[in-house]
C-alpha cells in the first residue's frame, strides 16, 4: 500500500491509499509508516504529522489475506513491527494527529491510538475484531487502550469486539473531537497547522511529559514538569512567543 505524502506548512500528511482493502496493512505497509516516522524525526522541516486514510476507512488493520499465507516467522515480524511502530511513534517529539475516516480496527486502531490526537468524521466505527479470529492486541494497545478508556471499557471492546460509533468513541476518551465528514480534512488541517507554529521544544516537552507521567508517582512527575518547564523557558523560540504575546497584548 502506498503511503502518500505531502509537507504543507511544516505539517507531514500521510494517507494509506489502498481503498479497495479498506487500506489494510501487509508487511511492506508496516515498514513504510515506519520509515515515514523516522524520516519525520529528522527533518527539522516537519513540525507535526498527520495520519489519515483513503476511501471509506482510516485503516481495517491486517490484510487477512496476505496473513493467511505468513509463515510464523512472517507472522512474528508483523508483530514485531508494530511494536517497532508504537515505540517510534511515542518517542517521537513531535505530535501525531490521526484523522479518522471510516472503519478504525484491529491494527488500525492500534496505530491511531499510537498518535496523540485523534479527531474523529462523524461515521467513524472504531473496535477490536482481534478475539473473533483468536487474536490479541499488539502495537502497545493493551497500555494505550486502558489509559485512555480505563480497564473496563477496554475489556469490553476486546471481548466483544464490538465497534463504537463516533460519539461514543469521544464519550469513552478514544477521540478528542467528532466532525462532519466533509469537515474532517479542513478542521485537522487547521489544528495541525496552528500547532505547527508554537515552539519545538514546548511541543517536545508536553509530549515527553505526558507519556512519562502516565507510569510516574506524583512526586517525580513534579519534579520532570518543572525540569521540562525550565528547559522551554530557555529556548529561544520561546523567548521569542513569549515576547510577541506581551507586544500583541500592549496593542
Not at 84 to 102: F, H, T, V, Y
Not at 111 to 133: F, N, T
Not at 228 to 244: G, I, V
Request: hydrophobic content about 45%; proline content about 3%; some cysteine.
Amino acid at each position: 500500500m502506498p503511503i502518500h505524502t505531502s509537507i504543507q506548512n511544516k505539517v507531514l500528511w500521510g494517507t494509506f491509499d489502498r481503498p479497495e482493502a479498506l487500506n489494510a496493512f501487509d508487511i511492506p505497509d508496516l515498514e513504510e509508516l515506519l520509515g515515514l516516522f523516522r524520516t519525520a524525526k529528522y527533518n527539522p522541516d516537519i513540525r507535526v504529522i498527520v495520519l489519515t486514510g483513503k476511501g471509506r476507512a482510516f485503516s481495517v488493520g491486517a490484510d487477512i489475506k496476505a496473513m493467511d499465507k505468513m509463515s510464523e516467522e512472517d507472522f512474528a515480524k508483523a508483530a514485531s513491527l508494530y511494536q517497532a511502530l508504537a515505540r517510534e511513534a511515542l518517542s517521537l517529539d513531535k505530535p501525531i494527529l490521526c484523522a479518522i475516516n471510516g472503519f478504525a480496527l484491529g491494527g488500525g486502531l492500534e496505530v491511531a491510538l499510537m498518535c496523540d490526537l485523534r479527531i474523529a468524521g462523524a461515521s467513524a466505527k472504531l473496535g477490536l475484531p482481534d478475539a473473533y479470529m483468536g487474536f490479541s492486541p499488539t502495537g502497545g494497545l493493551t497500555w494505550l487502550l486502558t489509559k485512555m478508556v480505563g480497564l473496563s471499557v477496554a475489556m469490553d471492546m476486546a471481548l466483544t469486539t464490538d465497534k463504537l460509533n463516533a460519539e461514543e468513541s469521544k464519550r469513552v476518551g478514544l477521540v478528542s473531537r467528532v466532525v462532519k465528514d466533509d469537515q474532517l480534512e479542513s478542521t485537522v488541517r487547521e489544528l495541525a497547522e496552528r500547532i505547527a507554529e508554537f515552539p519545538k521544544r514546548g511541543l517536545r516537552n508536553i509530549k515527553r511529559s505526558f507519556y512519562m507521567a502516565a507510569d510516574a508517582d506524583f512526586q517525580s512527575v513534579l519534579t520532570l514538569e518543572e525540569s521540562y518547564d525550565s528547559d522551554c523557558f530557555r529556548s529561544d523560540e520561546t523567548q521569542a512567543a513569549l515576547k510577541n504575546f506581551i507586544e500583541s497584548r500592549r496593542k
